[in-house]
């Protein structure tokens, strides 16, 4: 059964940089099949696709963060990773890590359980 | 940039049908997934590829998508459904999600 956990400061200072990280168990983070992403939650709102990434390192962002997002992949601990830049407080959010099945039709199948994120001084 | 819409909210009574739409330009031409997420939990996918149940979901759960619209049918709906629905899409390698339909089981 793959899991994934999502690790990191719950609170981030304004201007810094939001840095987490997901750990992927009961499966390769190498398979084929598979993209691997972040999605973020504000409070009480929608869902925002922030980006994913291919076990090779290959990336999509969302098109509104790109300029601040960089994610990369470490395949010898089986994790992914998520930076953001220069936070706000529109940045406050609960951050999801995914995995997409890509045969499925790039579905997000399986979901982590989250994590808050705090932007404050 | 590519949107979907979702009504914010439906209510259904238990045991009767609740549909939740989706719509967005040439939706049909597009594969559609929906997530339920309740308070405090991750979101779950309970359709992909328009029509497909994921193992583990319950048959009252259908989807379809034609033309511009996609909707996620509850047949039989129950207290246990009550939850806020999004649909997804993917828009030149983007992933687009709805603003979600929050269903209430009256």
């Known amino acids: 059964q793959v899991q994934l956990q999502e690790s990191g400061p719950g609170l981030v200072q304004p201007s810094q940089t939001l840095s987490l990280i997901c750990t992927v168990s009961?499966?390769?983070?190498?398979?084929?099949?598979?993209?691997w992403s972040w999605i973020r939650q504000p409070a009480g709102k929608g869902l925002e696709w922030i980006g994913r990434?291919?076990?090779?390192?290959?990336?999509n962002y969302n098109p509104s963060l790109k300029s601040r997002v960089t994610m990369s992949v470490d395949t010898s601990k089986n994790q992914f990773s998520l930076k953001l830049t220069s936070v706000t407080a529109a940045d406050a959010a609960i951050y999801y890590c995914?995995?997409?099945?890509?045969?499925?039709?790039?579905?997000?199948?399986?979901w982590g359980q989250g994590t808050m994120v705090t932007v404050s001084s | 940039s590519y949107e979907l819409t979702q009504p914010p909210s439906v209510s259904v009574s238990p045991g009767q049908t609740a549909s939740i739409s989706c719509s967005g330009d040439?939706?049909?031409?597009?594969?559609v997934c929906w997530y339920q997420q309740k308070p405090g939990q991750s979101p779950v996918m309970v359709i992909y590829?328009?029509?497909k149940r994921p193992s583990g979901i319950p048959e009252r759960f259908s989807g379809s998508n034609s033309g511009n619209t996609a909707t996620l049918t509850i047949s039989g709906t129950q207290a246990m459904d009550e939850a806020d629905y999004y649909c997804?899409?993917?828009?030149?390698?983007?992933?687009?999600f709805g603003g979600g339909t929050k269903l209430t089981v009256l």
């Open positions: 995914a995995r997409i099945l890509i045969p499925s039709g790039h579905a997000f199948d399986i």
């Open positions: 009961g499966g390769s983070i190498s398979s084929g099949s598979y993209y």
């Open positions: 990434i291919y076990s090779s390192g290959s990336t």
């Open positions: 040439k939706l049909g031409d597009k594969y």
């Open positions: 590829q328009d029509t």
């Open positions: 997804q899409a993917w828009d030149s390698s983007t992933a687009i």
